[in-house]
């Protein structure tokens, strides 16, 4: 705390530390057990719309299935969202879904659409997307586009110096603790043991490891699928 002050100082911001900070207001998240529609007109020729749903409390484990769930359901071109409303419907020129889990401890998890297109087709609009939230088709193309879209994050991901305080933050935030990140060794065996039931050779260890390639991560997973 004292290097903090004494850095916060040194850029002439002064003695933040004895100034009265305001108490922070805690918003309740209000269950979404009814409908309700807000309205507001702008003048455009176009309308935009967005569901909201508020969902459970945050759950940690969940993390990466919402991850998965997103890839393949609302987030990008190759999503079913797009796929269906956008390009095979032509029902929006914008169109978007999302799970979004929370970021701190004892907050909602809630279920987020937007969609924006011609006046005329709001109506016909609105109930596909609810046809598809309530209904999730299923595509093992898109679903495989999911996965290697997720592969290629963690294959790309890089942790630079200014992002380590604030997944620190983010991390206590949830309520979770840093770990450093796992060997190549026990990365191996993890998703080995994941998706097979099985641990891995020895010979597949040894490989894994010695293997410094940025496709290795993917080309595991690829064989072991």
């Known amino acids: 705390e004292d290097g903090i002050r004494d850095l916060v100082r040194s850029r002439g911001l002064g003695d933040v530390y004895k100034r009265q900070m305001p108490k ?4 309740e998240e ?5 409908n309700k529609v807000f309205w507001t007109d702008f ?3 176009q ?8 969902l459970d409390l945050l759950d940690n ?8 769930y997103n ?5 990008g071109m ?30 909602y998890d809630q279920m987020l659409a937007y969609v924006g297109t011609q006046s005329d087709k709001q109506k016909e609009a609105m109930k596909s997307i609810n046809q598809l939230i309530n209904n999730l088709p299923k595509s093992e193309e898109l679903f495989d586009i999911a996965k290697k879209s997720i592969i290629n994050t963690l294959e790309s991901e890089r942790i630079t110096k200014s992002s380590i305080i604030w997944k620190y933050i983010n991390l206590q935030k949830k309520g979770l603790k840093p770990a450093p990140r ?31 390639r940025a496709e290795a991560y993917g080309e595991l997973v690829d064989r072991l699928l």
């Open 182 to 212: 796992a060997s190549k060794a026990t990365l191996i065996r993890r998703v080995t043991i994941d998706l097979i039931g099985l641990p891995p050779t020895p010979e597949a260890v040894d490989a894994f490891v010695h293997n410094q």
């Open 24 to 27: 922070a207001i805690i918003f």
């Open 43 to 45: 003048d455009m020729v």
């Open 78 to 107: 190759g999503s079913i969202v797009f796929q269906e409303i956008r390009e095979a419907q032509g029902l929006a020129y914008s169109v978007g879904a999302s799970y979004r889990q929370a970021t701190k401890k004892n907050r």
């Open 61 to 68: 484990k969940l993390t990466s299935k919402i991850q998965l």
């Open 71 to 75: 890839n393949y359901f609302g987030s």
């Open 30 to 34: 209000l269950p979404t057990t009814k």
């Open 47 to 54: 309308t935009e719309f967005m569901l909201l749903n508020r």
